[in-house]
């Protein structure tokens, strides 16, 4: 079984910060973007790869994350969703 590698989810408390620091840090930009009433959900990439980094900034989350709340996650797509999950 073959699996893919398609994003990586970090939740972020200041949107517009993360988004400058990955674009002046490694060159990522923003591809896409899904929002809420609830929450922002910004996907940034790169020409040289299809993987992407998403950032979620959650309205009811005033307070800074610490990464022992596990807020991300590594996403992979299959081919076969059944055979994977056996």
């Known amino acids: 079984m073959k699996f893919k590698m398609i994003h990586e989810n970090y939740n972020v408390s200041d949107l517009d910060q993360s988004i400058k620091f990955y674009n002046e840090a490694l060159d990522l930009h923003e591809v896409r973007r899904k929002t809420t ?18 950032l979620t900034w959650l309205k009811d989350h005033p307070q800074p994350y610490n ?14 969703y059944e055979a994977a999950y056996k």
Not at 42 to 52: G, K, R
């Open 67 to 80: 990464l022992g709340e596990c807020e991300f996650h590594l996403a992979f797509k299959a081919e076969d």
């Open 37 to 54: 009433d609830d929450f922002i959900i910004v996907y940034l990439s790169n020409d040289v790869s299809d993987f992407e980094l998403e």
